[in-house]
């Protein structure tokens, strides 16, 4: 063709770009994580609300939209590793922006079924919305060059040789932090395969389970309600019940009506464990010192009501207490919700049979709900949690009565969160401040659990009972 006959030519017409709602949501989401240092569980409910009004969002958009955020934010570790090798600067002078929407086009190419045409386009076309033409110029280069293998050749080309780094390759294979790589393996023990098939189950989508509250539902209703289909028995609480993928727990009566709740399996076994351990005398007056959102206080005060004991649940946040109270309301027996700091309680020593403190951590037992936590979180954290997690322990001790029981709990696996903090209030400042107490068995307490260790405290694990990381001491006070 001639330059003249060139120049004659038309250029192509601009074309707008076409806005997604599903991956603009997802982008949205991934933004506020980002920004705000936001829980994608937080966030993520009230746009998909917003969605389904605005948009007529239909339920297989929330999944795709939900995929997409949390697959994307569960990788971000590996993907991050196979954008590195695409780009040609560091991903640290990446617009985050930019991070953001190559992530979620990583996660659709490499952990997604979405064919590669349409995973490169949506992402390059959801680019061109959010970030401007210009930029998306840049993302449709990565993508492409990101597309040109699997997800298998890429960690072959990124994850060091296992036998050279065992921890690296993990933490790059499995997307977590070398650091929690390395504390989840002391904590589990064992050799390569335990904490592979740990660091995967960290990366699973986790079931959503129900708690039936003693005296208020049963699990036969909420299965006979949602039909044998959609929900199936708890493996291990005689309260579970586990939905079938893309149950919706808020449109049960009884979950609305607080009659029901949403609540791991592993944190009910907390609760149910502590209100089995054997009691010598009166067993009238119970206490939740770290009672916030309200789970364990809720089937804690259940419990409790059967038994015509009463329940007082503390907790130091005022808005945190507000939840407590909603989700003790309609609790069959009596109760009380205060804002009160458990290291400086307001309650009288001695005044309790039956004591829980479920203390503040890390939150490394919970990765597969709150995956942007290992992204966060940093080895020096669990310095300022070491003081406070004793304090709230020695607390609890000084509140429980001579032969009463004392159930440390915590929803992280590592060592200096469980048994060290038990260990050292016991041995030493407890013992210092004139407070004894003894071990109690705690797994004879969780009958048919498997694998629960040399005892007498208990840790669960998410490969292998399909729970949270939760950890569970109980102690009998003595003196």
Known sequence: MSEQAARRRPSKPYRRPKKDPVRVLAFEALRAVDERDAYANLVLPPLLRKAREQDGFEARDAALATELVYGTLRRQGTYDAVIAACVDRPLREVDPPVLDVLSLGAHQLLGTRIPTHAAVSATVELARVVL???????????????????????????????????????????????????????????????????????????????????????????????????????????????????????????????????????????????????????????????????GKAALLGALAAERGAALLASEKQPHRAG??????????????????????????????????????????????????????????????????????????????RVGGVVGYATCSPHLAETRAVVDDVLKGRGTAQGLQAEWIDARPLLPGVPDLGDGPDVQLWPHRHGTDAMYLALLRRTA
Do not use: M
């Not at 930029?135 to 036998?163: C, H, M, S, T």
């Open 132 to 294: 401007g033409d210009g930029r998306a110029k840049f993302v449709n280069a990565v993508l492409r060059r990101i597309a040109q293998d699997d997800l298998d050749g890429w960690l072959e080309r990124v994850a060091p040789p296992y036998d050279e780094d065992p921890e690296d390759h993990l933490a790059v294979v499995h997307s977590h932090p070398r650091w929690v790589v390395s504390a989840l393996w002391d904590a589990l023990g064992g050799g390569r395969a335990g904490i592979e098939d740990l660091l995967a189950a960290d990366n699973e989508r986790p079931e959503v389970t129900l708690v039936a509250r003693p005296g208020r539902s049963t699990t036969e209703e909420l299965v006979g309600v949602l039909g044998g289909d959609a929900a199936l028995p708890g493996r291990w609480s005689p309260y579970a019940v586990r939905l079938a993928e893309g149950g919706e727990p808020g449109a049960l009566d009884a979950v609305r009506e607080g009659r029901a709740g949403v609540q791991d399996e592993g944190s009910q076994l907390v609760a149910i464990a502590l209100a089995g351990a054997p009691l010598d005398g009166p067993d009238t007056r119970w206490l939740d010192g770290c009672a916030g959102p309200g």
């Open 323 to 400: 939840l407590v109270e909603r989700a003790l309301a309609g609790n069959p027996g009596p109760y009380q919700v205060i804002a009160a700091d458990g290291t400086r309680p307001p309650w009288r020593p001695g005044s309790f049979d039956r004591v829980l403190v479920d203390v503040p951590c890390s939150g490394l037992g919970a990765l597969r709900r709150r995956p942007e936590a290992r992204w966060r979180r940093r080895p020096e954290d669990l310095e300022g949690f070491a003081p406070l997690q004793r304090s709230l322990l020695t607390e609890a001790l000084r509140a429980a």
